[in-house]
């Protein structure tokens, strides 16, 4: 049973940084994209960003609007999927997910919430 663990959530000022995690338990093989995506506040499912993916060839990519502001890190050993996020803004407010098998390609950046496996989400917050 796969299942993926978020943490690292909160609230920060603009210009600050969280960092997040994602243990993923049970995922024994790598066929596609893993990686961040994010809700906003208003936001449908179907709505979802990718904002940081790692393929199976370990290429990663960013959405446009965190590029140079967020890294996406993977320990292999501990199974684990980090997000650095630095210099945060009001609009980086949203849920964010870890995802696997979820659809997504480095093409697309664009997961369906409905494939694969996918955390629970944990809450980033940036006032301004």
């Known amino acids: 049973q796969v299942q993926l663990v978020e943490s690292g959530g909160g609230s920060v000022q603009a210009g600050g940084s969280l960092r997040l995690s994602c243990v993923v338990s049970g995922y024994t093989y790598h066929t596609n994209c893993m990686g961040w995506f994010r809700q906003a506040p208003g936001k449908e499912r179907a709505e979802r960003e990718g904002?940081?993916?790692?393929?199976?060839?370990?290429?990663?990519r960013y959405a446009d609007s965190v590029k140079g502001r967020f890294t996406l890190s993977k320990d292999n050993a501990k199974n684990t999927l980090y997000l650095q996020m630095n210099s945060l803004k009001p609009e980086d407010t949203a849920t964010y997910y870890c995802?696997?098998?979820?659809?997504?390609?480095?093409?697309?950046?664009?997961?369906?919430?409905?494939?694969?496996?996918w955390g629970q989400g944990t809450q980033v917050t940036v006032s301004s």
């Open positions: 995802a696997v098998e979820s659809r997504a390609t480095i093409s697309t950046m664009k997961g369906d919430p409905d494939a694969g496996y």
């Open positions: 904002v940081a993916l790692i393929d199976t060839d370990g290429r990663t």
